[in-house]
């Protein structure tokens, strides 16, 4: 049975719809609106995902998805409002098997940022970025406590000065809360991107719920507490795995 286990292949699709608005320390708001199409496969050990968006961002054209306030080299002090391609990623995670059955589940995660994103219009920054994870959940009391600890490698780019490699922290937890739903919190830190933003804080409740055998959606918002957190943000996931 456990070979028959490694050898399932399981393939997922997940549309969201992510929207964010903020001053993010400007004299204006910044709207972003974020649509990424993902599909993955998972056999084995093994989860392979690549994830292409489309965005669509109005503001001074200093502010980045995922990344917040940077410095651009060419001046943006007037509104802007540009969409096309975002940025894709291709993520890869090893899942470990625990030692025991009290043991914690752990996961090794590699990201890789494909610049398909337009910088000329903000979009992205038109470098390659890499991002290095460890996630860690333990079982206790019919809850999961969990964490993750990453690093980002940014591509630099004389056309956003000021970025920086980062480190990110999220601790959270989760529980069943009835039989199809399940809901949970997190508290996201991440060092700050660039040397013209700070640090970033957020609260983040979410929840899942199982549509049936192979659909679930899923839905979060986020509340920050700095400067480089958007004012406000929520998302919506629709999966469908088979």
Same mark, same amino acid.
């Given at each position: 049975m456990l070979a028959q286990g490694y050898d399932h292949i399981k393939q997922t699709v997940s549309l969201a719809s992510y929207f964010s608005s903020g001053d993010y320390g400007e004299d204006a708001d910044t709207d972003i609106l974020y649509f990424p199409v993902s599909y993955s496969v998972n056999k084995g050990k093994w989860l392979a995902q690549l994830s292409v968006p489309h965005l669509q961002v109005d503001g001074v054209g200093n502010v980045l998805v995922n990344v917040g306030g940077v410095g651009r080299a060419v001046a943006g002090s007037q509104q802007q409002s540009n969409g096309g391609v975002g940025d894709s990623t291709f993520a890869l995670t090893y899942q470990m098997d625990p030692l025991s059955d009290t043991s914690p589940f752990i996961d090794f995660r590699l990201d890789v940022k494909v610049p398909t994103a337009d910088r000329v219009k903000g979009l992205g920054t038109g470098e390659v970025d890499y991002s290095a994870q460890v996630d860690i959940s333990q079982r206790y009391k019919g809850a999961v406590f969990f964490g993750s600890f990453g690093y980002t490698f940014r591509g630099k780019t004389e056309f956003y000065v000021g970025l920086e490699d980062s480190a990110s922290v999220q601790l959270g937890i989760s529980k069943p809360f009835a039989p199809q739903w399940n809901v949970g919190v997190f508290?996201?830190?991440? /060092?700050?991107?660039?040397? #013209? !933003?700070?640090? &970033?804080? /957020?609260?983040?409740?979410? #929840? !899942?719920?199982? &549509?049936? /055998?192979?659909?679930?959606?899923?839905?979060l918002a986020a509340f920050g507490f700095t400067e480089a957190s958007a004012g406000t943000a929520v998302l919506g996931q629709l999966s469908y795995s088979w």
């Open positions: 508290y996201d830190f991440r /060092e700050p991107a660039s040397t #013209f !933003s700070p640090e &970033i804080h /957020e609260f983040v409740p979410y #929840f !899942s719920y199982q &549509i049936s /055998e192979s659909w679930v959606f899923t839905g």
